[in-house]
């Protein structure tokens, strides 16, 4: 059964450095999103992506923060400059389509520790 | 906004015994209903879905049905086991509402089921 793909499973960084988390989607799907949980909380979407531009994307995702689909395969999230407070699991996801259903399929997340 | 709240946890429940979390819901629109499982370690699997009102989800002996006179979608089964023991998430799509079709989750609830 296809599902998403999420590297590393763990990423240990200082503070101010740059971070890539990489998702591979599901293939056949178009729509893509990421998603973070800080320890303890709830899951809070970040962003959608289709169409090879971000489709909406919440007050968490600031200036720091990008997105890109650099070849047919890869879906990557950036933090340009890591604060403490971007510690959380990441969630990458996909989706086939856009309907009422909008049913996402979720990777195993990517744990970001900031030092 | 739309949002998503569900019983605080931790839940200990005895193995066969009857599981419960409770779900409730505010929405703009008419959303889709989802219910999610993370084993610890893993990222979230879909468990079950509902899309309109009275719709009953199911599986692996999971229940959740679609009551939109009280936004509810509690989560149900009659006999859990050890392996049940995960953290669930109920969540919403609102596509044409609040969240645009991204998911909205509540808090989770964390599940341990003893022998």
């Known amino acids: 059964e296809p599902e998403v793909t999420q590297t590393p499973s763990h990423q240990v960084t200082q503070m101010g450095q740059e971070v890539i988390l990489r998702c591979v989607p599901i293939?056949?799907?178009?729509?893509f999103y990421w998603y973070r949980q800080i320890l303890g909380q709830k899951v809070e979407f970040l962003v959608s992506?289709?169409?090879?531009?971000?489709?909406?994307k919440s007050e968490i995702f600031d200036d720091q923060f990008s997105v890109e689909r650099p070849d047919g395969s890869n879906f990557t999230l950036k933090i340009r400059s890591t604060k403490l407070e971007d510690s959380a699991m990441y969630f990458c996801?996909?989706?086939?389509?856009?309907?009422?259903?909008?049913?996402?399929?979720f990777g195993p997340g990517t744990r970001l520790t900031v030092l | 906004g739309d949002s998503v709240t569900q019983m605080e946890g931790p839940v200990t429940l005895s193995e066969e015994a009857f599981l419960t979390i409770n779900c409730t819901y505010t929405?703009?629109?008419?959303?889709?209903l989802f219910w999610y499982v993370q084993y610890p370690g893993e990222g979230l699997q879909l468990l079950l879905k509902?899309?309109?009102?009275?719709d009953k989800g199911s599986n692996k002996g999971f229940e959740a049905t679609y009551r939109k006179e009280t936004t509810s979608f509690h989560l149900e089964k009659g006999s859990v086991q050890v392996s049940d023991s995960a953290v669930y998430f109920c969540?919403?799509?609102?596509?044409?509402?609040?969240?645009?079709?991204?998911?909205?989750f509540g808090k989770g609830t964390k599940l341990s089921v003893k022998p």
């Open positions: 992506f289709y169409n090879n531009e971000i489709s909406e």
């Open positions: 996801a996909s989706s086939p389509d856009r309907g009422r259903v909008n049913e996402q399929f």
């Open positions: 509902a899309t309109k009102a009275d």
């Open positions: 929405a703009t629109g008419y959303p889709s």
């Open positions: 293939s056949n799907h178009l729509y």
């Open positions: 969540a919403l799509s609102d596509l044409y509402g609040g969240s645009q079709g991204n998911l909205i």
